[in-house]
């Protein structure tokens, strides 16, 4: 049975915030390095070339975007609702799988405000941190497409295409 805050599929606009935001993140952790030497340079007190200043302010603004779509996310999901896992799955995997949501949107939130304070603030504490989130975020997506291709092509659940294919879409 669909109850309101439990859908059969995510929206149109949860879709296209879920893969706008995969995608911002995969180019955060790409260029993430191309801050470090304006980073560096401000910290010793020193002007830093112009081309180094430019690196460093797509990798902030790209990620104060993030920020702002992961606020927009929330709201979104906090007034649609997100779909049930899949039935048939067993307890432990749906704890596994709500973890693993639960630490992402701890990433998409935690990393633009690690990295606001690192910036803004010259907080290297927060550097350290943000940075140390690298391999963690890496290992964690890695988990979480894999589980959704084995959804996909080995349990043959709904878990993918409801992320493709927004709610009201009928197969063709
Ligand atoms: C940086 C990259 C990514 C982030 C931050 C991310 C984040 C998330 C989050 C937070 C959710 C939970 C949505 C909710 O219930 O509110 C989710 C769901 C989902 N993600 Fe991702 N994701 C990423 C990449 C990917 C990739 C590469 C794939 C596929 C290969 C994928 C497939 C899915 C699917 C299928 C769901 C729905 C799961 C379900 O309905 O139980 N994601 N993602
Ligand atoms: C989606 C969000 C973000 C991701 C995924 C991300 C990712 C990264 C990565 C991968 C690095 C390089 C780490 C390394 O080489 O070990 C980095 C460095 C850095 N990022 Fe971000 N970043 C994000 C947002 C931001 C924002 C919004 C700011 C500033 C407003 C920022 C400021 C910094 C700073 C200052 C460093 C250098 C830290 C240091 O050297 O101690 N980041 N980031």
Redesign the pocket.
Known sequence: MTVANEPARYTGSQILL?WT??VL??VQLVIGEDIKPAYRAFSRGTEPAAGDIFNANIHVYVGLVVLVLAIWRIAV?LRDG??A?PPEESVLLKRI?AAT?FL??L??FGMPITGALAWYFSLRAMGEIHELAKPVIIVV?GL??AA??WQHFYVKSE??V??LRPAGRRAP
């Open positions: 879920h935001i995969a993140i995969v999901r997100v779909p896992p799988a949501h992402l949107y990433f998409i997506v979480h497409a959704a291709l878990v993918l409801r992320m």
